[in-house]
């Protein structure tokens, strides 16, 4: 079991930045992948992006491709999502996830969760 807690969110102008940081804590850290998801207050839950055990694989929504970077350190356990030239629309809770089977970019496919932290960029 993966126990995950995000920190780094809060309020920010439009084209401003945020680095947002997962860190996690069980024995599967440096083995399992890791991604982040998304949900905008009435939306459903989106896919953010997701990086595979080792780093040397990564995936973009294409709704922030060019803006948004996934990163980990497996030496401190811990996942980073870097974001850039933020948007009003990139408001939203903002979830790391880890150990998936399936299709990274479903949220039925993640098993572990953490609680979320909230993004908001102001126009």
């Known amino acids: 079991q993966v126990q995950l807690v995000e920190s780094g969110g809060g309020l920010v102008q439009a084209g401003g930045s945020l680095r947002l940081s997962c860190a996690a804590s069980g024995r599967t850290f440096s083995s399992a992948a890791k991604g982040w998801f998304r949900q905008a207050p009435g939306k459903e839950r989106e896919f953010v992006a997701a990086i595979n055990w080792s780093g040397s694989s990564s995936y973009t929504a294409d709704s922030v491709k060019g803006r948004f970077t996934i990163s980990r350190d497996n030496a401190k356990n811990t996942v980073y999502l870097q974001m850039n030239n933020l948007k009003p629309e990139d408001t939203a809770v903002y979830y790391c996830?880890?150990?998936?089977?399936?299709?990274?970019?479903?949220?039925?496919?993640?098993?572990?969760w953490g609680q979320g932290t909230q993004v908001t960029v102001s126009s």
């Open positions: 996830v880890a150990v998936f089977s399936g299709k990274y970019y479903s949220d039925n496919a993640w098993g572990s």
